[in-house]
């Protein structure tokens, strides 16, 4: 199993970012899929995390609190590939972004980094004026 996160970078506050995480050796609709951050000094932490499924819409979805309204997950099962959609984005959202993925994770748990076993290397996004 393979996760490949791209998309990371440098962005002034209140822009927007893509990420996206190119997975291999799975079938991405059989597996719960999150998206984590860990900003210097602290835990890693869930920002959005989908059960499995064709789309987003078909389970569940958690969204940490500080990122409702701001940003958005969708998936292509067709490419292999995950996208986080962050717009407006802050200062504090600056942080090493990281995909994971696992085939059983409970819906009370859907973004607890401890439920996943397969990660992907993380991209950068720092927001900085």
């Known amino acids: 199993l393979q996760l490949v996160e791209s998309g990371g970078g440098l962005v002034q506050p209140g822009e927007s970012l893509r990420l996206s995480c190119l997975v291999s050796?799975?079938?991405?609709?059989?597996?719960?899929i999150g998206w984590f951050r860990q900003a210097p000094g602290k835990n890693r932490e869930g920002v959005i995390c989908?059960?499995?499924?064709?789309?987003?819409?078909?389970?569940?979805?958690f969204y940490q609190d500080d990122v409702k309204g701001r940003f958005t997950v969708s998936r292509d099962n067709d490419k292999s590939t995950v996208y986080l959609q962050m717009n407006s984005l802050k200062a504090e959202d600056t942080a090493v972004y990281y995909c994971?993925?696992?085939?059983?994770?409970?819906?009370?748990?859907?973004?607890?980094?401890?439920?996943?076993?397969?990660w992907g290397q993380g991209t950068q996004v720092t927001v900085s004026s």
């Open positions: 994971a993925a696992d085939p059983d994770v409970p819906i009370q748990v859907l973004c607890g980094p401890y439920e996943y076993h397969h």
């Open positions: 050796g799975f079938r991405l609709d059989a597996y719960a």
């Open positions: 989908i059960s499995p499924g064709i789309s987003v819409g078909d389970g569940n979805t």
